[in-house]
């Protein structure tokens, strides 16, 4: 800790010293404040769970008899750290588990509730965490929730139902009743409903134009109840506009029904592992991260040509890193991993991407909330630590609801290898945009070892504000319960007096995060 305050004072200190010569790099950042790109949805800052190795049981829920400190069953640590960063959205119950989750096994008398095959290493589900809990842990938190419906080996009518369990008003039908009976009388108006899960896959094997044929009667005909429904279909495996094209050549015959979002998968894979990796891979992955972008123009240009004005938004709902196994912390938490400096930097520029694209994104969530993937948080028993990545979520919520704006980013470029293979790639990366009279910038710095003086063009004028920064001396440094202040973000004033009206200078440390908050006269 003490060694990461000394990296921001140096840092606040250089922006002062402004007449010094400097070996560091340079570089120019314009905000153009005036041109809008759109509204930042606050679910581009949402989050995945699923029924699968540490993340329901363990992680989010620990029992109401628990020793382990919880609000009816819930871990509270979680909910009271989930706060800090105001999470808008929670997706569940999967995943690939969605496909094989009937909704009636998680309702009623916890004692009454069916055993069932998990999927996931042939677990054992004990459905102790269903509907009511799910709903429970959002409210706590202050979450949408979104639930993913069965598609692999449910039926329409069961997805219907769910939506009517859900939604109803009270003593209106039977489910409703029965909702009422399992403790629940008003409803709970879920809005987020996901058709399917990766139905090219785990959720299927179909092909786009098999599982458009399955959309096509799970979505019609839905209950309503005076409460507006959005739906989401499953988009590709990572980037393949051939699945977007199929899938809505066939959609668009006849008479479609309502689909509001199209939600492609992407994960990067590793570099090097979790911890185990050298300078060359610790760009590789932050690289693969930004291929992001490339994801949202292809697939945002694929649904332009059968939906012209882009009433369907793309909705991101699973990305993040998937590294090796090995740094489990515990052996029955399948796929969890420990994430690094450099995970959080990935999540920074996987997150400003959004930003600059919010006209097309409406939704994210990254993979997984706790003890799985990309995780923000880790937990084992009464064990609990927020790793790197929880940190750039709360220093990224101040872009919620404000109004994404143009930024443009002049800087070096770092150079890297992938086996014999030259590479590069820009050392500082961003996004940007104004709520009222403030201004958020927030700027990764990737380069390993080299700070970044950028002369900032702010596009109005300033009288003050405050820098936020997440670093560490060591990239490969991360969180345990052990250490759990290894990488934590740290907050310093932000000087521009003496600075021209509109513009202000500010120094980048190496291998981090930065969020600038500046108050406009």
């Known amino acids: 800790m003490k060694s990461l305050l000394a990296i921001v004072l140096l840092f606040v200190l250089a922006q002062l010293c402004e007449g010094e010569e400097s070996s560091m790099s340079t570089a120019t950042i314009k905000v153009k404040p005036d041109q809008v790109i759109g509204t930042i949805n606050p679910n581009i800052y949402g989050h995945f769970t699923e029924h699968l190795g540490g993340v329901i049981y363990d992680g989010i829920w620990v029992g109401k008899d628990s020793t382990v400190p919880n609000i009816d069953g819930i871990r509270k640590d979680l909910v009271d750290w989930m706060k800090r960063i105001s999470p808008p959205v929670i997706r569940w119950p999967g995943g690939c588990f ?6 009636m096994d998680g309702v009623g008398p916890m004692e009454n509730r069916p055993k069932r095959y998990g999927r996931w290493n042939d677990f054992t589900e004990p459905n102790l965490f269903g509907t009511h809990e799910f709903v429970r842990f959002c409210r706590l938190v202050g979450a949408e929730p979104y639930f993913a419906a ?5 039926t329409a009518e069961e997805f219907q139902s769910w939506i009517e369990y859900c939604n109803a008003p009270a003593g209106r039908t039977t489910l409703a009743e029965l909702r009422e009976k399992n403790g629940s009388k008003e ?3 879920i809005k987020y409903w996901g058709v399917g899960n990766e139905s090219w896959g785990c959720g299927g094997s179909f092909t786009p134009e098999d599982y458009c044929t399955e959309y096509r009667k799970f979505a019609t005909w839905l209950p309503g109840y005076g409460k507006p429904l959005y739906l989401i279909g499953c988009g590709p495996n990572g980037n393949d ?5 199929r899938f809505f050549t066939k959609f668009r015959d006849y008479f479609p029904p309502q689909i509001n979002g199209w939600a492609p998968h992407y994960y990067c894979g590793s570099a090097g592992g979790a911890l185990g990796f050298n ?3 610790w760009y590789e992955l932050i690289a693969r991260g930004a291929e992001m972008e490339k994801l949202v123009h292809d697939q945002w240009a694929a649904l332009a040509e059968r939906d012209p004005n882009h009433d369907i938004k793309l909705i991101v709902d699973e990305w993040g890193c998937w590294h090796p196994g090995g740094t489990e912390i515990n052996k029955a938490h399948t796929f969890e991993q420990m994430s690094t400096l450099r995970d959080a930097l990935f999540a920074a520029v996987t997150l400003d991407i959004f930003n600059r694209n919010c006209d097309k994104v409406a939704m994210s969530c990254v993979a997984q909330l706790i003890n799985n993937l990309h995780s923000l948080f880790l937990a084992d028993g009464p064990k609990f630590v927020a790793t790197p990545n ?3 979520y709360e220093m990224y919520k101040v872009h919620q609801n404000a109004k994404g704006v143009q930024i443009e980013i002049a800087s070096p470029i770092a150079d890297f290898k992938v086996g014999d293979e030259k590479r590069t790639f820009p050392s500082l990366l961003g996004s940007a945009s104004v709520s009222g009279k403030l201004m958020h910038i927030s700027v990764v710095n990737t380069n390993v070892h080299q700070a970044v003086e950028a002369q900032i063009d702010l596009g109005v004028k300033v009288k003050g504000g ?3 920064v997440l670093t560490a001396e060591d990239i490969h440094a991360h969180n345990t319960f052990e250490k759990p202040n290894e990488v934590v973000s740290v907050s310093a004033p932000l000087t521009v007096s003496g600075s021209p009206p509109r513009r202000i200078k500010h120094t980048f440390p190496p291998a981090s995060v930065t969020m600038l908050e500046l108050d406009a006269e």
Request: proline share 7%; net charge negative.
């Open 390 to 392: 929880f940190y750039v």
């Open 279 to 281: 300078e060359d891979q």
């Open 187 to 189: 409803p709970f108006d």
């Open 466 to 468: 405050k820098a936020t």
């Open 150 to 154: 069965n598609v692999g080996t449910g």
């Open 98 to 103: 969605a496909d094989k989750y009937h909704w």
């Open 241 to 245: 506009p051939n699945w977007t094209k």
